[in-house]
Nanobody
């Protein structure tokens, strides 16, 4: 099983990035996909999750209205569109898969990608 996160980079405040999470070795449509982020010295924090079908989503308050999570089960790929980025969004972003119906906690997720770095400059 592999989750490959990509799309990170450096952007100025107010800019946009789209992260991708490509899955292999699992039945993608049976997993919810979550995005988390982590900065040095801090715990990994929840960003967003999307249901198996893509019909349900949930966001952390800090990103609500700016980030959009989506998925394409035909391509075994999930996405995180990040708009109006702020310096405080700077972090390593991880995608993860879980058989749970919904979860904002890291311990509910079975598989993790390697992370992709997002840097937002002011």
């Amino acid at each position: 099983v592999q989750l490959q996160a990509s799309g990170g980079g450096r952007v100025q405040a107010g800019g946009s990035l789209r992260l991708s999470c490509a899955a292999s070795g699992l039945t993608f449509s049976t997993y919810i996909i979550g995005w988390f982020r982590q900065t040095p010295g801090k715990e990994r924090e929840f960003v967003a999750w999307i249901s198996w079908t893509g019909f349900s989503t949930y966001y952390a308050d800090s990103v609500k209205g700016r980030f959009t999570i989506s998925r394409d089960n035909a391509k075994d790929t999930a996405y995180l569109q990040m708009n109006s980025l702020k310096p405080e969004d700077t972090a390593v972003y991880y995608c993860a898969g879980s058989h749970a119906r919904q979860s904002v906690t890291t311990r509910a997720y079975d598989y993790w990608g390697q992370g992709t770095l997002v840097t937002v400059s002011s």
